[in-house]
């Protein structure tokens, strides 16, 4: 019997249509529209840097490429090109739309001849005091190899000389690491009048080349993508630090995997960029239109109403921890399980804080895989150090495109006493592990947070994520022996509570799916709900396949790439899929099992992915306290439930919105957990049906 898969490149390609879908939403404020724009554009970046390029490298190995992925990449990268050409159009003429909706509330993006005179002088004021000092043009008729940057955007010029000469041409890079993409122009006070720095610099281009005595100037925007992955050498006499700071280094000159470009830019141009570019597969260059770089919309300047925005919103306390009191005593007292960004993660940096100047903490172990850009968790782990704490930290050097920021925040830790091992040899190290031992009455204990998302108070405002509070010490004893192992690697601890990879999650899940099988043919209880970022690890999508025909009945909450395809008839009847993209990013995992009517409840840093079960540190940790599970069971059915932002995972992968009958009150799921938990901080109940 076909059993099907969905490709992860595809199914990855799909979630990001429901971004744009969210750009196209009129119920969405107009600046967060804009946003998710830039959401979809720096996706789409990444996308680019990392999957596309690792295909581009399988075509190289033929036939093995076959055996590695179960197909042929250049099947893939072929539906890969006609997907992003058809987002592409959309986008355009999404950009287009949002331009008109901006002008009605007046909010102007002009074009250079959309300028008036007043703004014209002003945009060659700004340019010459602004903007020209930041410029390196490019002659390429002078240096053949520039050096163009991955991630930034250019405009290649075509410089005309008198009648009868062939152009000459040039690059300049667009300085949005100096200069706001966006400069303000003046205007009515009830209007905002803005213009893109690529155009600034375009109006600029007489006074850039005034040297020369070209006549006409022609500059169109484009973007070079390189592959991202980092090649990690052998050499034996370099610390692992170097060699991921070379790796970077490298990085720099990767091999071009995208090649955007205006499509009006004349074809001899384009075809001497790419030359230039060392791009020889016409499917690596993407048709785009006058701007690129949308990312930057992610930061579109501060507008006057409220109403262009999502409503302010503001995390509400735990209702069992004082914001007064100790956080230890909080959590002597019951465990405790945070979800956010609905509440504060103050609640862990406290906790930190509180640990490094209490005089009966003896040491603190922590992972880091993600930091926020200043930090306070580092701060309270250097403070605890200086106060004589022991301090260790696992920070991992490959956690993709923070590698130099976690070399950097290294580097600060162990100036000031913090002892940091870089991961594990082999493996990426992706748990979110956090122990504190303290010694009290004698005996030590031992105080554990285990969670979903990275330790980091930025985008835990921005995703939703658990983080348990623990002193079981089944728990507690368990993620111990982790952090043994961090240390010593050549000891394989052995765990009966939490699931680790790469050494026991695969089997546990897999005996997990299968004795909800075997309840289903004994007439017993059996279902599985599952809510992950990624779903991809094709012998999970065909022990859930088993599963489904055996009678098990399966809900699944999948964000993002999703190899699985629910409701074919024979192969999965009894699974249903849905994604949730809204204003928070849906990034916490957790699963429960039915075991035959006693529940089993589990939050995990891992996707179902190989990569995940075979070559991270990942942790899944059991929920033991019924009252946690009941908050991890209605936090489900809520979810479930939603019929505003959730989308129908299915085989045709169309991103259709769950309907909603005529009778049906709207539920979105994201607006209605907020309500929950902060009625539940002020001590009232409220129903998820409700």
């Known amino acids: 019997m076909h059993r099907p898969y969905v490709s992860k490149e595809i199914s990855w390609l799909s979630f990001n249509g429901r971004v744009l879908q969210e750009a196209a939403d009129p119920s969405v404020p107009l600046v967060e529209r804009l946003k998710f724009l830039g959401i979809f554009s720096s996706n789409q970046d990444e996308f680019f840097r990392v999957r596309v390029a690792t295909l581009r ?9 076959i055996q590695l992925i179960g197909t042929d990449p250049k099947v893939i990268l072929d539906a890969v090109q006609h997907l992003v050409l058809q987002q592409t159009r959309t986008f355009d003429a999404l950009y287009d739309q949002l331009l008109q909706e901006l002008r009605q509330e007046g909010i102007f993006i002009h074009p250079i001849a959309g300028l008036s005179s007043a703004q014209l002088a002003f945009v060659r004021q700004f340019f010459q005091h602004e903007v020209r000092p930041s410029l390196v043009p490019l002659l390429l008729h002078r240096r053949a190899r520039p050096v163009v940057r991955d991630h930034e955007i250019y405009l290649a010029i075509q410089l005309q000389g008198p009648e009868g000469q062939e152009p000459d041409y040039a690059l300049i890079r667009v300085p949005t690491d100096q200069v706001s993409r966006f400069v303000l122009l003046p205007g009515p006070r009830n209007e905002r009048h803005l213009i893109l720095l690529d155009d600034v610099i375009r109006i600029g281009l007489p006074q850039i080349f005034s040297f020369f005595d070209y006549t006409d100037f022609a500059a169109y925007t484009v973007k070079l993508t390189r592959d991202s992955e980092l090649d990690l050498d052998d050499e034996l006499f ?22 955007v470009y205006d499509r009006d830019m004349p074809a001899a141009m384009r075809q001497r960029l790419q030359r230039l570019f060392n791009i020889t597969d016409d499917e690596a260059c993407i048709p785009g239109s006058r701007y690129h770089n949308f990312k930057d919309f992610m930061k579109f300047p501060k507008l006057y109403k409220k109403k262009f925005y999502f409503p302010t919103a503001n995390p509400v306390l735990h209702p069992h921890i004082d914001p007064n009191g100790s956080v230890f005593a909080a959590m002597r007292r019951r465990d405790l399980l945070l979800h956010f960004p609905y509440h504060t993660f103050d609640h862990f940096i406290d906790l930190l804080r509180e640990a490094a100047i209490d005089p009966a903490v003896e040491s603190i172990r922590l992972t880091a895989y993600r930091l926020a850009r200043r930090s306070q968790i580092v701060n309270a782990l250097m403070s605890a150090a200086q106060n004589g704490k022991k301090v260790f930290v696992v920070v991992e050097l490959q956690a993709r495109f923070d590698e130099a920021a976690n070399l950097e925040w290294a580097g600060l830790m162990r100036e000031d006493g913090v002892r940091v091992v870089y991961g594990v040899p082999g493996l990426k190290v992706h748990s979110k592990l956090c122990l504190i031992t303290r010694n009290e009455a004698r005996r030590r204990e031992r105080y554990a947070t285990i969670g979903t998302g ?19 010490r089944r728990i507690t004893a368990e993620t111990h022996r982790v952090f043994e192992f961090f240390e010593n690697n050549y000891r394989l601890p052995m765990f009966r509570h939490l699931v680790v990879s790469p050494f026991y999650a695969r089997n546990k899940m897999r005996r997990l799916i299968r004795h909800e099988i075997q309840a289903a043919g004994q007439g017993k209880e059996a279902w599985i709900d599952i809510k992950i970022n990624n779903l991809s690890d094709p012998e999970t999508v065909n022990l859930l396949y088993d599963a489904s025909r055996a009678g098990v009945r399966i809900r699944l909450i999948c964000r993002s790439m999703f190899s699985l395809v629910p409701g074919r008839p024979g192969v999965s009847d009894n699974i249903e899929a849905i994604s949730i993209v809204d204003r928070y990013l849906e990034h916490s995992r957790f699963f429960i099992f039915a075991n035959s009517g006693k529940p089993l409840y589990y939050i995990s840093s891992a996707d179902w992915m190989p990569r995940n079960f075979d ?3 990942e942790v899944a940790c059991p929920i033991y306290d019924s009252d946690l599970q009941q908050e991890l069971r209605e936090y ?19 991103n259709r919105f769950r309907h909603r009958g005529k009778k ?12 929950i938990i902060g009625k539940r901080t002020q001590g009232l109940a409220v129903s998820a049906t409700e």
């Not at 692992?240 to 000159?253: E, G, I, Y």
């Not at 985008?459 to 658990?466: I, K, N, Q, S, V």
């Not at 489900?636 to 169309?654: G, S, T």
């Open 57 to 65: 490298r399988l075509l190289k190995l033929r036939k093995r490429a």
């Open 238 to 259: 370099k610390s692992f630090p170097q060699k991921v700071q070379d790796s970077l280094k490298r990085r720099r000159s990767g091999v071009p995997v995208r090649f």
């Open 454 to 472: 990275n330790f980091n108070e930025d985008t835990a405002e921005l995703y939703a994520d658990h983080l348990l509070l623990t002193t079981d």
């Open 615 to 617: 070559r991270r540190v």
């Open 636 to 654: 489900f059915e809520v979810q479930w439930q939603d019929n505003v932002k959730a989308r129908v995972l299915d085989e045709d992968l169309h």
């Open 664 to 675: 049906d009150k709207p539920l979105r799921a994201q607006e209605k957990l907020a309500q």
